[in-house]
């Protein structure tokens, strides 16, 4: 009798418990949030454009899209069973959901929702902490980091902080192990400018692209998910997104875009900065706290900070 041989198990699932060895309930919520992923990804494929009439608490006008995907998103949570409150870009402040559950999640359910229509990759980020308490915490204190992109493939990303991981979702709805350990070398050879037009009014950000433009190569898509991901299966790369006259502390949320990127960048061997301190070591202070973002090899973070000062 042939013996068949099984394929070595090489789901999320199996990576979570036998590789990353997180808690059951850690592990669960990965899982679901990656589930929220898959079905993100269909509804982006399948759900009519437009806008949904309504704002976000940014003053952002709110598209279909992220309501839907903010909802697929509180529905797995919720379904987890493991989750104390969670912070969206999509809602005001913190939600509260089971306060006895050990995890709290910050996510943004569609970064970069406005370029669907364009058909580039967008993606939905998260970030895990422990306990019930979000603001008050650094993104040092994640228990995990990640975000699904969806793009020509769908792919899901995290961290538990034993490096950072990259899944495919395959043809039957499973995340498969694609690569392990994704790595940052320390000098960049790409470079990602966010908030551009604040080189007119921030010197060092006109230093900074001036060194870019003379050695590097732009590679720069308008959705951080994205131009964040290059950086981490290039291997190498700088994205910022810094102060100017319109947003004088960049355009990204600290909450739930800077601290899971620093978080997943600095798992890579990568650096984050706000221009003065690693971004793992600043405090959440509110929701809706906004801050400079520079990071990817380290060489070139040093490089930009010291030209930002
Ligand atoms: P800019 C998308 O809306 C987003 O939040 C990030 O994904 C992206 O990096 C940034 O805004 C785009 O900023 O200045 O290039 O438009």
């Not at 850690?26 to 399948?46: E, K, M, N, P």
């Not at 009519?48 to 797995?76: C, H, P, R, V």
């Not at 089971?98 to 359910?109: C, E, K, L, N, R």
């Not at 991981?165 to 070398?185: K, P, T, W």
Request: proline share 4%; hydrophobic share 40%.
């Amino acid at each position: 009798m042939t013996l068949v041989h099984l394929p070595k198990r090489s789901t999320l699932n199996w990576h979570l418990r036998t590789k990353a060895k997180v808690p059951d309930a850690l592990r669960h919520l990965l899982v679901d949030i990656s589930r929220a992923g898959r079905d993100i990804r269909y509804a982006i494929q399948t759900s009519a454009g437009g806008l949904s009439g309504g704002s976000n608490q940014f003053g952002e006008a709110q598209l279909k899209l992220d309501i839907l995907a903010d909802e697929l998103m509180e529905n797995y949570l919720r379904e987890s069973g493991t989750v104390a409150c969670y912070c969206s870009e999509e809602h005001d402040g913190i939600v509260e959901m089971d306060t006895s559950a050990p995890y709290s999640v910050v996510f943004d359910p569609l970064d970069g929702s406005s370029l669907v229509d364009a058909n580039f990759a967008i993606g939905s980020i998260f970030g895990i902490y422990a306990g019930s308490e979000i603001i008050g915490k650094t993104p040092r204190e994640h228990v995990a980091a990640g975000y699904i992109l969806y793009g020509p493939r769908t792919l899901f990303v995290y961290s538990t902080g034993d490096g950072v991981h990259a899944f495919l979702l395959s043809d039957i709805g499973e995340f498969i192990v694609m690569q392990e350990y994704l790595g940052i070398a320390d000098v960049a050879k790409n470079f990602s400018p966010g908030n551009l037009s604040a080189i007119h009014d921030n010197p060092g950000y006109r230093k900074a692209l001036d060194h870019w433009l003379e050695t590097m190569t732009l590679r720069y898509s308008g959705c951080m998910v994205a131009d964040i991901h290059h950086i981490l299966t290039k291997g190498q790369g700088i994205f910022a997104n810094v102060g100017g006259k319109k947003y004088p502390q960049g355009k990204l949320r600290m909450v739930f875009e800077c601290g899971p990127f620093a978080y997943l960048v600095e798992q890579a061997g990568g650096a984050s900065s706000d221009g003065s301190i690693s971004l793992l070591d600043k405090k959440l202070t509110a929701c809706d706290q906004r801050s400079p973002m520079i990071v990817g090899s380290k060489e070139e973070v040093e490089v930009v900070v010291k030209l930002l000062k």
